[in-house]
């Protein structure tokens, strides 16, 4: 069975920009969530999606946005791009929700 | 505001020792508490707890909860040296909408 597998691994954008993100679940894994890594501020929730549908939020601002598609695939979307937004964004799968997450290998993404 | 924290932040030990990290929180409406295990980029499900005294066990792993005194531990027995990386905490709160709190995390390094 295939891991979940993000795109593209590595990112460098400047400020102002802005970057999307994508994450292919677990095949049958309904439950996409997404984080954010960076050695200050640890790893923080960002959301979570389930069949479509933003079902959880963490405390980001409305620049921090994602969708999820009709096959489970889950795209996360910074728009103006801050120098604090570089960091390691990571997404997980489950069938249900938070429990038995897999992670992906994340996205590094560099804000010059 | 919900916070979890975890201690010690660092630990160096000598294979074969037996070890515990600790992890507190205090959060609105807890639901779930989670240990993951992080050794290059993607953490790992370890254990979802969410009812007290109850023990989750596998192999030389092992974690309990106390929801009277808002801790968990975890446990790791006739330690090796691929169990060093970092143990992570997180509990699942709902707030309107469920999100995951994470503690900083604690860094296993294990001698041999």
């Known amino acids: 069975k295939a891991g979940v597998t993000q795109t593209p691994r590595y990112l460098i954008k400047t400020r102002g920009q802005q970057v999307t993100l994508s994450c292919s679940p677990i095949s049958g894994h309904r439950s996409v969530s997404w984080y954010q890594q960076t050695p200050g501020q640890g790893l923080q929730f960002l959301f979570e999606?389930?069949?479509?549908?933003?079902?959880n939020k963490g405390n980001f601002p409305g620049r921090f946005s994602g969708r999820q598609f009709s096959n489970s695939r889950s795209e996360m979307n910074v728009s103006t791009l801050e120098l604090g937004d570089s960091a390691l964004y990571l997404c997980?799968?489950?069938?249900?929700?938070?429990?038995?997450?897999?992670f992906g290998p994340g996205t590094r993404l560099l804000v010059l | 505001e919900d916070k979890v924290v975890q201690s010690p932040l660092s630990l160096v030990v000598h294979e074969g020792d037996t070890v515990t990290l600790n992890c507190s929180y205090e959060?609105?409406?807890?639901?779930?508490l989670l240990w993951y295990k992080q050794e290059k980029k993607a953490p790992t499900f370890l254990f979802m707890l969410?009812?007290?005294?109850i023990e989750k066990k596998s192999g030389r792993l092992s974690s309990i909860l106390d929801k009277k005194e808002l801790f968990s531990i975890l446990n790791i027995t006739a330690t090796q040296t691929g169990d060093s990386a970092i143990y992570l905490c997180?509990?699942?709160?709902?707030?309107?909408?469920?999100?995951?709190?994470f503690g900083q995390g604690t860094r296993l390094t294990i001698n041999p």
């Open positions: 997180a509990v699942e709160a709902f707030q309107g909408a469920q999100k995951l709190v």
């Open positions: 959060v609105t409406n807890f639901r779930s």
């Open positions: 999606y389930f069949s479509e549908t933003q079902r």
């Open positions: 969410t009812s007290s005294g």
């Open positions: 997980a799968s489950s069938p249900t929700g938070f429990e038995t997450q897999y």
